[in-house]
């Protein structure tokens, strides 16, 4: 479990008042270790929640080469520094930000799959990140590996029959599902990931850039069967470096750079001043990118 972070522990009015969560394997989420955590938390409909997390990753470098021997040490990589955030039921959360900002490493910190080296994560429910939970088998068709892959995620063989036709329609693959998965593109498989984990209809779903893959048409179902998930309540994380498709889909949107949150708002607002950024930054503007940066984290800055 993530230790929760003593420094932030008081002067902050609490409230304590019960928070309608489950216990998952990964976390508890109680309202007594949220208010040792010196937040305040004042509806109950929050799905994620993290407290000033914080990811070291130890890379082993190789060294210069003297006398014939290697000289091998190990470097610490900040990928996240000091992340807090609080997202509610039927939220649709775009994460944006440009190469190695630490979107991938947030999702996968929230998701349970790396443990914060500081901070507190808490989830209401086992989070699922498309691609990694689905453990699908390239020597296998892609209807055997939706039985497969539903039967993975626990359904019973008459629920997984019922959804199989559901996860056919979505991917809209028609004829590849009776081929070997290693002989689909890399957008085919991501579809087909995709339709898997959306039928399941996890309470909170992390996608990270599978979307971007697929053609217009598998767009426009997926926002329909997203759109569904979000209107029973369920939580969305999508990581894309469209910011268009932040911008169309997502409800709201959060922009991280150098491992920290500079904005987070309305996703139409976030992915409209990141666009303006990135844009500068491939024209090679790298002051006026920095200045857009830094007005953005003004603005938008919770
Ligand atoms: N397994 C790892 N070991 C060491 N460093 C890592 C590892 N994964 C990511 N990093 C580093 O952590 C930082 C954040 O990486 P991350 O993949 O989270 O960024 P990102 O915003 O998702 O990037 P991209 O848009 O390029 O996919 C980067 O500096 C990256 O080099």
Redesign the pocket.
């Known amino acids: 479990m993530a230790a929760s972070n003593p420094e932030s522990s008081v002067s902050v009015p609490l409230d304590t008042s019960p928070i309608r969560v489950t216990e998952t394997e990964a976390y508890s989420f109680d309202a007594a270790e949220v208010a040792r955590a010196g937040r305040r938390i004042s509806d109950d409909n929050i799905t994620v929640f993290a407290d000033e997390v914080h990811l070291e990753?130890q890379?082993r470098t190789s060294g210069s080469r003297r006398k014939g021997f290697g000289i091998r040490r190990t470097r610490s990589?900040k990928?996240l520094r000091g992340i807090s955030l609080a997202v509610r039921e039927g939220e649709f959360v775009g994460l944006v930000?440009?190469?190695?900002?630490?979107?991938?490493?947030?999702l996968r910190v929230l998701a349970g799959l790396e443990p914060p080296s500081e901070g507190l994560v808490l989830t209401s429910a086992q989070p699922q990140l498309l691609g990694v939970s689905a453990a699908l088998l390239p020597e296998l068709s892609g209807e055997e590996n939706i039985r497969l892959g539903l039967l993975a995620m626990g359904f019973s063989p008459e629920v997984v029959e019922a959804k199989g036709s559901e996860v056919t329609e979505l991917s809209n693959l028609d004829d590849a599902l009776r081929m070997p998965m290693r002989t689909y593109s890399s957008g085919m498989a991501a579809r087909l990931r995709f339709a898997i984990s959306v039928a399941a209809k996890p309470e909170i779903l992390m996608i990270d850039e599978a979307l971007s893959t697929g053609d217009a048409a598998f767009m426009e179902r997926s926002r329909r069967a997203m759109d569904q998930m979000i209107a029973s309540a369920g939580t969305v994380f999508l990581?894309s470096?469209a910011a268009q498709q932040i911008e169309e889909m997502c409800t709201r949107a959060v922009w991280?750079d150098r491992?920290r949150v500079i904005a987070d708002g309305p996703a139409r607002d976030i992915a409209r001043a990141y666009r303006w950024f990135a844009h500068n930054l491939a024209q090679g503007n790298n002051d006026k990118a920095e200045q857009l940066l830094a007005d953005a984290a003004l603005q938008f800055k919770t």
Do not use: D, E, F, I
């Not at 930000?97 to 947030?106: D, F, H, V």
């Open positions: 990753y890379v990589m990928a930000g440009r190469n190695g900002s630490g979107k991938s490493s947030l990581v470096h991280l491992g």
